[in-house]
């Protein structure tokens, strides 16, 4: 499930282009958002260590960057790069640095680009103290609020939307860094779940409608905050809840404690967390991410009117709903696609044969196991449909009979301005194409997209969830034009 990028031609495989546009390799999937850890524990621990191992943990959340910021002697002290978790932050491993507070971050960048300077935890030391910030989502009214910093003489360091929070905390008129928080905050709409340091104190937020993930939990003395909680799993920290949507939770040396931002509005969970995103060993919302991706299996299923032999996962991602598609079809589940996952990061193929070779390494079907079958291949989504096309010559040559292409999440239209980097509307396959003559430019027999209705069925609770990307209804209104650069 983690993205790697190539970089491959607008208008397909057969044409080559100048016009060149990043694309994940496997899935030709949406690109993650942000991932963020936060640690407070009364007694000083070698805090490197204890954000490393969470961190790693979510790295499929952000693969461009990462960094830690702690409290030292009443400074902040800051690590980050771009690069990955382990590349970035192992050699601060090599010796123990002692602290009662820290947060992570690891992060996708879209069109601010791999930049240091966007690079997170963002840390300042301001007129209300030593503030980091470690932030995932959008800020949908960004472009309005930096327009009015831009105004009053802010500089800004950054080309994402993360750093303005800082901006407007140091720029209010409360000297009190509570009550400046508490004056900022209503100001964000959009998706904010942050990690903060404040002084010796962490902060874990979550924006009003709880668009991205929080959880918060306990062990012993120690409070730890994390995106999912496969991030809480490796700290061996069981008890745990969400952050709940609009409120902040703060743990100093006088305890843990909680506010609230605002008076609860409707949530508008993301719910492509549960599609995609998430670690299928997380919890998001309160919910099982793989128990929820089995029951989005079988609900696909259901209204399936195709005769096959076999139904097959495009792994990593589409493993979850394909096991509910067999579980409820009674057809049996194969692995015929192996995925390497030693191959490499970036890539720039200039022609179509290295291009399909690189997919080729990613994923490879496995010919006894498929020939002369009648295929159910299942994947999480479609964005382009380039690499689906890619994967289906490849299963025909090895010689599947049939290959009936089917999605685990309707039929993506609309950008996202809440956090998640979406293509733009002319890139989307399903702004062109209906099903038929998808499956006809990729080569399958038939492809069939979940229905929204299927989808809401998988969920205990569907009037809480964004479905925005393929409704086009967005829960609060958005700035037109593309969205920024995601956190
Ligand atoms: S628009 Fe789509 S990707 Fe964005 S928050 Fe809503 S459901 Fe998630």
Same mark, same amino acid.
């Not at 690069?83 to 123990?96: A, N």
């Not at 919910?287 to 495009?314: F, M, Q, W, Y």
């Not at 080569?443 to 979940?450: E, K, N, P, Q, T």
């Given at each position: ?50 954000? @490393?191992?969470?961190?790693? $943990? ?5 693969? !461009?960057? =990462?960094?830690?910021?702690? &409290?030292?002697? +009443? ?101 009190? @860094?509570?009550?400046?928080? $508490? ?5 964000? !709409?959009? =998706?904010?779940?942050?990690? &903060?340091?404040? +002084? ?288």
């Amino acid at each position: 499930m983690l993205p790697k990028f190539l970089l491959l031609p607008r208008g397909g495989l057969t044409e080559l282009d100048s016009r060149w546009y990043t694309l994940s390799v496997e899935t030709d999937s949406l690109q993650d958002s942000c991932g963020v850890v936060g640690i407070y524990s009364p007694e000083p621990i070698n805090i490197p260590s204890n954000l @490393f191992f969470p961190l790693f $943990a979510l790295q499929h959340r952000g693969q !461009e960057s =990462a960094g830690i910021s702690y &409290m030292k002697d +009443n400074r902040l002290v800051t690590y980050k790069d771009v690069g990955m978790v382990g590349t970035v932050l192992s050699r601060y491993l090599e010796r123990e640095r002692y602290s009662t507070v820290g947060i992570g971050h690891v992060r996708y960048s879209t069109q601010g680009g791999n930049k240091l300077e966007n690079a997170q935890p963002m840390a300042v030391s301001c007129n209300k103290g030593e503030i980091a910030l470690a932030h995932n989502g959008n800020i949908s009214n960004s472009r309005q609020l930096k327009a009015e910093l831009f105004e009053e003489g802010s500089i800004f360091q950054s080309t994402g939307d993360s750093e303005l929070i800082l901006h407007l905390l140091s720029r209010s008129r409360e000297s009190d @860094f509570y009550h400046a928080l $508490a004056e900022v905050l209503p100001r964000l !709409e959009g =998706a904010f779940s942050i990690a &903060m340091i404040h +002084n010796g104190s962490l902060l874990a937020i979550r924006d009003p409608r709880g668009f991205r993930p929080l959880y918060v939990g306990w062990k012993g003395d120690m409070v730890v905050t994390a995106s999912e909680t496969c991030a809480l799993d490796i700290l061996k920290v069981d008890e745990f809840r969400e952050v709940q949507p609009g409120e902040i939770v703060i743990a100093d040396e006088n305890g843990v404690r909680s506010e609230r931002i605002s008076e609860p509005k409707p949530q508008s969970r993301c719910v492509f967390e549960l599609i995609y995103f998430a670690r299928p060993d997380s919890q998001v919302f309160g919910e099982s991410v793989h128990l929820t991706r089995k029951r989005i299996g079988a609900a696909l299923a259901t209204n399936e009117t195709v005769s096959a032999d076999l139904v097959l996962p495009v792994p990593d991602s589409g493993n979850s709903a394909a096991l509910g598609f067999a579980e409820a079809s009674g057809l049996p589940l194969e692995l015929g696609l192996t995925r390497n996952h030693y191959s490499g990061r970036s890539f720039i193929m200039p022609t179509t044969a290295e291009r399909e070779l690189m997919v080729r390494m990613k994923l490879h079907p496995i010919r006894e196991a498929i020939r002369d079958k009648r295929l159910i291949l299942i994947d999480d989504s479609l964005v382009r449909g380039t690499t689906s096309r890619i994967l289906v010559t490849m299963l025909k040559e090895a010689g599947a009979a049939e290959i009936h292409l089917r999605l685990a999440s309707p039929e993506i239209i609309w950008p996202c301005f809440f956090g998640i980097d979406i293509p733009t509307r002319e890139e989307l396959i399903s702004n062109h194409m209906d099903p038929g003559e998808i499956a006809g430019h990729i080569g399958a027999d038939s492809v069939r997209f979940l229905t929204i209705e299927e989808l809401k069925s998988s969920l205990d609770e569907p009037n809480s969830y964004c479905f925005a990307c393929f409704s086009g209804n967005y829960p609060i209104p958005v700035e037109s034009g593309q969205p920024p650069g995601v956190g």
